[in-house]
C-alpha cells in the first residue's frame, strides 16, 4: 500500500497516523493543490455520537476499515477535524471530493448543511468555501443505505445475507475523499472526443461559472517530449470547445494512438484565466492571472463495427476478455491499494487476455488509469437494480449519465454495458415498457457518448438496438459446440436457456461474442460454487478449458470472449486466482489458451 505519513493533533498528544490511499484519486483530472482526507474518522452507526473510529475509505463491513461488522446498518455517521490553512485559503474556493459513498450522503461543515447526494456508485463534490475558515473545521457525513432493490445495486446482496453470486452489502464511504483549492472560476469538466478520420479531437470544456472566460489547452505527447498544439477558447455561459488538431504531426506515422500493445496517451493542460480583459479568442492581455489549472489526458483510438466484426484504430480487433467484479478479502468492493489495482491489471495481461469487463461495478478511477496506462480494454457496466418502477429508471438513468461524464476520456472503455441479463427488468422478453427502458439507456448513452459500443442488455432478451449480439452460456463444453453450425438459427433462438432477442427484436448481424462462459471451479474447494460441477485438479480443468476456447478463438464465428472469472469472489469460486490472487493454474499454461492466434 502507498502510504504517507502525517501528523495528528490530539489535545496535547500527538500521533503519527498512516493515510491510506493517499495517491491522488482522480489521475485523469490532476490538480496540484489538494489534501487527501482519508484516514481515521470517527464512526457510529444509527445516531451521531461518535463512539467509534473508522478507517476511511473503507467500508465497515469490511475488516480493514477496523470494525468488520456484518449486521446491516441502514444509518451511518462520520465525523473528522481538519486544519486549513490560511494562506492556501486566500482567494481560493474549496472543494471536498468523496469517489462515492453508497448510497446517500448528507455533508455538514462546521454544523452548516453543505448539501447531498445519491447514488452509491458515483462521484461528487461540494463547494463549501462560506463553511469554512482558517484553523480547525469540522466535516461530518451521513450516509443512508437501505435495503431497497430498486436502486443500483451491483453485485450487493438486498435480502441480510449471501446467495448466489451476490455478497456482502457496502454502506458509507467506500472511495477516496479530499480537498481540491480552486479558483472562484475553475473548470468542472472537460471532454475529449477523438476523430481518427479527420486525427483531431473535440475539446469540450465546462466551466463552474457562466461569465466570459479565457481558457487554454495544450497538449502533448510520450509524457510531454513531443509537443502538439496550445489552442485558446473564450468559453461563454460556463461552456466552450474547439478542435484540437496536430497539422505537423501525423499521429499514425508516428505511432502516437491508443493501443493494448501501445498504450499511447497525449497528456493535456487546461489553464482558465481570470482578470484583465478579454481581446478576442485567441488573446489575452498581461493583467490576467491563472485561476485554475488541471492536467487530463485522453488517447486517439476508435472502436467500432461493420460486416459482423469489430475494429480497434481501423483493424478488425478479437477481444480476450476476463470478467472481473473488483472485489478484495478484505477490502470488498473498495481496492486495498493502488498496487493492488496495477498487479489486478498485470496479471489479467499475464494470463493472455487483453480486456476486462468490469461487472456490475463503477470502478475507482484509478483501475482506469491503470488500463491507460498497461493497456487493458476495458467494458464499463451499470450496477444493476433488482425491482422495476420508476424509483429504478430514474436512479439508473442518473449513475449511468455520472458514470460516462467521469470516465468518458479514458481511452480504455470501449463498451458500455447498461443491463445485464435482464437483472431488474425480469419481465423485459414479452413487457414493451422494460425494453424501452433498455432503449432508452442505450440512446441515452449514445447522446453522451457517440463513439463507444453497447451491449445493450448484457447475456440474453436484447433489443434491436444494441451495437453487440453478447451471448452467455457456460453450458459449452467440446461435445456441445456443435449447437453454433448455425449461428443465424441460435442469435434467432437461445444458446443456454435464454432467448437471445426479446419478443419483436431480431438479430441484424451484430458481432456476437461469448461474454460469459467458463466459471469453472476446483473440488479443493468445498466450500462455494461454479457452473456445471467443479474439476479435479489442473489437468481436468485444462481439458475442459482449451477446447471450447480454441473454438471460440478459431472457428471465425465470435468477435471475442469473456471468461468467468478473474478472482474467487466470497461464494463463488470459480475464478482464476483465488481471492487474495493465489494463481490456481500458472499464468503460462492460461495464456497459450486465451492468447492463441486467431485463424479465420
Not at 475494429?311 to 481496492?335: A, E
Not at 463503477?362 to 488500463?371: H, L, M, Q, T
Not at 461454479?530 to 473454438?551: H, S
Request: negative net charge; proline residues 4%; contains cysteine.
Amino acid at each position: 500500500m502507498q502510504l504517507k505519513r502525517v501528523e495528528k493533533q490530539r489535545g496535547d498528544e500527538r500521533m503519527e497516523q498512516t493515510i491510506p490511499r493517499s495517491e491522488f484519486p482522480r489521475p485523469d483530472f490532476v490538480r496540484s493543490q489538494w489534501e487527501p482526507l482519508n484516514g481515521t474518522w470517527e464512526f457510529s452507526f444509527e445516531e451521531p455520537v461518535f463512539d467509534r473510529e473508522i478507517l476511511v475509505p473503507f467500508c465497515y463491513q469490511s475488516e480493514k476499515s477496523g470494525i468488520g461488522e456484518m449486521e446491516d446498518h441502514k444509518t451511518v455517521w462520520y465525523r473528522r477535524k481538519v486544519a486549513l490553512e490560511k494562506e492556501k485559503l486566500k482567494g481560493k474556493h474549496l472543494l471536498l471530493k468523496f469517489g462515492a459513498v453508497d448510497s446517500e450522503a448528507r455533508v455538514w461543515s462546521n454544523g452548516q448543511y453543505a448539501g447531498e447526494h445519491r447514488g452509491g456508485y458515483s462521484s461528487f463534490e461540494m463547494d463549501i468555501t462560506s463553511f469554512v475558515k482558517a484553523g480547525e473545521n469540522v466535516i461530518c457525513v451521513q450516509a443512508t443505505d437501505d435495503t431497497n432493490a430498486d436502486k443500483p445495486r451491483g453485485k450487493q446482496s438486498w435480502t441480510g445475507e449471501k446467495f448466489g453470486c451476490w455478497y456482502t452489502p457496502c454502506t458509507g464511504i467506500w472511495q477516496s475523499v479530499w480537498l481540491e483549492y480552486v479558483g472562484r472560476v475553475h473548470l468542472e469538466r472537460v471532454k475529449f472526443t477523438p476523430d481518427l478520420s479527420e486525427l483531431n479531437a473535440l475539446c469540450e470544456v465546462f466551466l463552474s461559472e457562466t461569465e466570459d472566460t479565457l481558457v487554454e489547452v495544450t497538449a502533448t505527447a510520450q509524457e510531454g517530449n513531443i509537443y502538439l498544439g496550445s489552442q485558446r477558447l473564450l468559453c461563454r455561459h460556463g461552456y466552450g470547445k474547439t478542435t484540437l488538431t496536430f497539422p505537423d504531426y501525423d499521429i499514425r506515422r508516428d505511432d502516437l494512438l491508443w493501443t493494448p500493445d501501445n498504450p499511447n496517451l497525449i497528456d493535456v493542460r487546461i489553464r482558465v484565466f481570470s482578470g484583465g480583459s478579454l481581446c478576442g479568442e485567441n488573446s489575452r492581455e498581461d493583467k490576467s492571472e491563472t485561476a485554475d489549472e488541471v492536467a487530463a489526458y485522453f488517447g486517439m483510438r476508435s472502436i467500432a463495427y461493420s460486416n459482423g466484426r469489430i475494429s480497434l484504430n481501423g483493424n478488425v480487433f478479437y477481444q480476450r476478455l476476463i470478467l472481473d467484479q473488483g472485489y478484495w478479502p478484505d477490502s470488498i468492493l473498495t481496492p486495498p491499494s493502488d498496487e493492488a489495482i496495477r498487479k489486478d491489471i498485470l496479471m489479467t495481461k499475464e494470463m493472455g487476455f487483453n480486456g476486462a469487463r468490469k461487472h456490475q461495478k463503477i470502478e475507482d478511477p484509478r483501475y482506469y488509469y491503470w488500463a491507460d496506462k498497461l493497456g487493458l480494454l476495458v467494458w464499463g457496466e451499470l450496477p444493476s437494480a433488482y425491482e422495476f418502477n420508476d424509483r429504478a429508471v430514474e436512479a439508473s438513468a442518473r449513475e449511468l449519465t455520472r458514470f460516462v461524464e467521469r470516465d468518458y476520456n479514458h481511452p480504455c472503455i470501449v463498451t458500455w454495458v447498461p443491463v445485464n441479463e435482464s437483472w431488474g427488468v425480469r419481465q423485459i422478453l414479452e413487457n414493451t415498457q422494460q425494453q424501452d427502458y433498455c432503449r432508452m439507456l442505450t440512446y441515452l448513452l449514445r447522446a453522451l457518448d457517440p463513439v463507444r459500443l453497447i451491449s445493450s442488455n448484457d447475456g440474453w432478451e436484447q433489443v434491436n438496438e444494441t451495437d453487440i449480439c453478447a451471448v452467455h452460456d457456460y453450458a459449452l463444453f467440446p461435445s456441445t459446440v456443435g449447437k453454433y453450425d448455425d449461428m443465424e438459427a441460435l442469435c434467432d433462438g437461445y444458446a443456454e436457456s435464454r432467448y437471445l432477442f426479446a419478443a419483436g427484436n431480431e438479430y441484424q448481424g451484430q458481432p456476437v461474442i461469448l461474454t460469459e462462459y467458463g466459471g469453472i471451479a476446483f473440488e479443493k474447494e468445498e466450500k462455494g460454487w461454479g457452473y456445471y460441477g467443479k474439476v479435479k485438479n489442473e489437468e481436468e480443468f485444462l481439458e475442459r478449458l482449451q477446447p471450447i476456447t480454441e473454438f471460440l478463438i478459431r472457428s471465425g464465428k465470435f468477435s471475442g470472449f469473456c471468461y468467468t472469472q478473474l478472482t474467487d469472489v466470497m461464494q463463488e469460486v470459480n475464478g482464476l486466482l483465488c481471492e487474495d490472487r493465489t494463481p490456481k493454474v500458472p499464468a503460462e499454461k492460461l495464456k497459450e489458451i486465451f492468447g492463441a492466434p486467431v485463424f479465420a
